[in-house]
Nanobody
């Protein structure tokens, strides 16, 4: 199983980025997908979740209204649209695939919010 994130980079405060995660080696449409983020020295936190059929979506309170998670099961891809980014959201963002006891992680993509 491989999860490969892309789309990270440097963005100014208030700016936007769109992260992508392409999955391979699994039946993507049967997995719930999540985006986590982690700052240095901090615990990894769940930012957004989407169920296999996109009928359940949830967000960390602090990103509600600014982040949008979506998926394209035909492309084995999950997205995270991030708007109005804040300095404190400089983190490594990780893609996660989960189904019952199975749990897979990508290597992460760095998002730096700085002026």
């Amino acid at each position: 199983v491989q999860l490969v994130e892309s789309g990270g980079g440097l963005v100014q405060p208030g700016g936007s980025l769109r992260l992508s995660c392409v999955a391979s080696g699994l039946t993507f449409s049967t997995y719930g997908m999540n985006w986590y983020r982690q700052a240095p020295g901090q615990e990894r936190e769940l930012a957004a979740s989407i169920s296999s059929a996109s009928n359940y979506i949830d967000y960390l309170d602090s990103v509600k209204g600014r982040f949008t998670i979506s998926r394209d099961n035909a492309k084995n891809t999950v997205y995270l649209q991030m708007n109005s980014l804040k300095f404190e959201e400089t983190d490594v963002y990780y893609c996660n695939a989960r189904r019952l006891a199975e749990n897979y992680w990508g290597k992460g993509t760095l998002v730096t919010v700085s002026s």
